[in-house]
């Protein structure tokens, strides 16, 4: 069996024994035949960023079969605010490379996540996953490179406080039990994401720990291995959408929010990204190791486009209490080699050249270096948060590295921006104040986006319409209310709770 899939914990992988991207309607079938499966469930994300379900019944053969080919109508008025409910009929097409046993469900259930298309059956060109689609088609059409991208998903667990084993007041990062106190809840949330077909690297507690008016409060993080960029959303979609759904379960309560309290650690979306090449190898690296001209573009896009790519990675209030100085969540526009201080971090990528395996565990049987460690190079994105769509912000960070590739001056721009100290200590005052900063509330950040449309919307990717109505968005809300939330703890408190289920 091949490598990539033996191991697989998706139970429609496990039996059809081939990769998720080669279903066919003949194989779901096979698997709802062969495997008693009593239900089939189409879920789709809707303009608030959670997924919708639809759910069947299994008829008769001919019925799957019609479902299967035909998908559903729905009310796209209901889902997306932008349709009117004159003109509202969507239909919902089944994309069977999602398929996956649902580990909720009452009865054996078949579910899948859908495409939509309109009357006329086009690719909703609003649509979240078409418009990640057109992104990543649009990167790869003007690079001849393949977008892969992953997300770090960290979220707050809540639940009594056993008042034993306190582990320090923001020092929960990578604690363990009884210290840490919800190691196991993370992993079998870890368990459910993975049998929903999540590529997970690997989970762990973050810094954030805190008690509150008896509860406490502990950060946790789930990180996603690097894929095509498309599937990367796809994963984080489902991933919260389990975490959320065991948590109610389990009678603990969850929060992606990206800000709950003053001096406390927020909670983030990074994203890694890199550059394959088209025999899938890695685009990252230079011959020596370093980092490729193609990654020094792309991240020069990022450095031009930041500021408005916070529109589609930091859609409500609490996004700007996280995004403040003195943090690793980044106020200025750089980037750095392991600096966690800066916008655009480049992790360590194994370049040394050492043989640390046998350094450790001495001279192996089977080399250890037969793993490709240039396929661990990426750059990270530290700026956007949960309250992001997530399709929205994987496209625009799509387009932003195109933008590296079409900039005649990339590579200065790269330079420019580029830091190699902790921007926020206060010897390096003079450098910080030399570098452009985010925006500081949701009007600032419409008013980027607004100057930069004409980049998103090139080569068809974002709709005008559809721009608009993120910029009306997000100059709805009252910056005046934010900033003096930031100095009052019940204002920010009343905020907290009114976005605490964002995303």
Not at 81 to 100: E, K
Not at 115 to 130: H, I, N, V
Not at 373 to 401: G, N
Not at 436 to 453: D, F, I, Q, V
Request: aromatic fraction near 8%; charge should be negative.
């Amino acid at each position: 069996m091949n490598k990539h899939i033996d191991l697989s914990k998706n139970a429609v992988v496990a039996y059809l024994k081939k990769a998720p991207s080669t279903f066919t309607r003949a194989d779901i079938i096979d698997y709802i035949v062969n495997n008693d499966i009593k239900m089939v469930n189409f879920k789709y994300p809707a303009a608030d960023g959670r997924l919708k379900t639809l759910n069947f019944n299994i008829n008769d053969r001919a019925y799957l079969e019609t479902i299967l080919t035909l998908g559903e109508r729905v009310d796209g008025s209901s889902l997306f605010p932008y349709i009117g409910a004159g003109n509202s009929d969507l239909y919902v097409i089944p994309r069977y490379r999602t398929a996956f046993l649902d580990p909720f469900a009452s009865e054996p259930t078949l579910t899948m996540l859908c495409s939509f298309f309109d009357k006329d059956g086009t690719p909703l060109a609003s649509a979240p996953e078409q418009l990640l689609d057109k992104a990543c088609r649009a990167l790869t059409e003007t690079t001849g490179l393949t977008f892969h991208a992953m997300g770090e998903l960290e979220y707050y667990v809540i639940g009594e406080d056993p008042a034993t084993f306190p582990a320090g007041d923001q020092r929960g990062y990578h604690e363990s039990g009884p210290f840490a106190k919800f190691n196991d809840f993370r992993t079998r949330c870890m368990k459910v994401i993975a049998q929903c077909g999540g590529q997970i690297k690997y989970g762990h507690s973050e810094v954030g720990n805190f008690t509150l008016d008896g509860k406490i409060y502990e950060q946790n993080e789930i990180e996603f291995l690097p894929v095509d960029a498309r599937d990367a959303a796809d994963q984080l979609l489902i991933a919260k959408w389990c975490i959320r759904k065991l948590a109610f379960e389990e009678g603990l309560d969850v929060t992606f929010a990206p800000k709950i309290i003053v001096g406390k650690a927020g909670s983030g979306l990074h994203v890694h990204m890199r550059l394959m090449n088209a025999d899938g190898s890695s685009a990252m690296l230079a011959p020596d190791g370093t980092l490729s001209t193609n990654a020094r573009r792309a991240i020069a896009g990022l450095m031009d486009l930041a500021p408005a790519i916070t529109a589609f990675g930091n859609t409500n209030p609490t996004s700007y209490f996280r995004l403040v100085p003195h943090q690793e969540a980044p106020t200025n526009v750089c980037w750095g080699d392991r600096n966690r201080s800066v916008l655009v971090r480049v992790p360590l990528g194994w370049t040394a050249g050492v043989n640390m395996c046998e350094t450790v565990n001495g001279p192996q049987p089977d080399t250890c270096a037969d793993v490709d460690a240039r396929q661990k190079q990426t750059f990270e994105i530290r700026s956007a948060d949960c309250s992001a769509d997530i399709y929205q912000l994987m496209a625009a960070l799509a387009v932003a590295v195109r933008h590296g590739f079409e900039m005649p001056d990339a590579l200065d721009v790269a330079q420019r921006h580029y830091v190699d100290i902790d921007i926020h200590k206060a010897e390096n005052q003079e450098r910080q104040a030399q570098l452009p900063t985010l925006p500081t509330n949701c009007a600032e950040s419409a008013s980027c986006l607004e100057s930069r449309k004409d980049v998103f919307e090139a080569m068809n990717v974002f709709p005008a319409d559809m721009l608009s109505a993120i910029i009306a968005n997000l100059r709805r809300f009252d910056s005046d209310e934010s900033a003096q939330a930031i100095a009052n703890p019940d204002k920010m408190a009343e905020l907290v709770k009114r976005y605490f289920y964002c995303g």
